[in-house]
């Protein structure tokens, strides 16, 4: 038997300034926030930040949402932020783990098992 590849984005696109949405290959459907995804920004910079503070590069009071996705060779995408901050390539595996969908994230309670069943539909090798 062989190995099933992990889904892929087949349409990545921005909600407005609300989000993005991501279609996968295996039919599922992803939509984050905004705040979402800047809270799980995947750069050094926002790695190391004390959580709850985003770092914010310019000096505006605009709403922050993506100014710019951009496909990252075969396996991500980077997102340009209205206040410029850019230097974070967020991975299709990294996109996937972080769906806030509720078939990806199991209800608040749900114990152990609900956990592992959530994570187990998500799981990209």
Known sequence: MGVKAP??????RRLGKHGVQILWS????????NHHLRRHCPCATCRQRPSRALPVIGAGTEELYPARLSVVGR????????DGHDTGIYSYRTLREICP???CVPPPGAGPEGRAEA???VTVP
């Open 7 to 12: 889904p892929i984005p087949t349409h990545i």
């Open 26 to 33: 295996d039919g599922h459907r992803s939509e984050y926030t």
């Open 75 to 82: 396996y991500a995408i980077s997102i340009q932020w209205t």
């Open 101 to 103: 969908c509720e078939r």
């Open 119 to 121: 994570a187990a539909k």
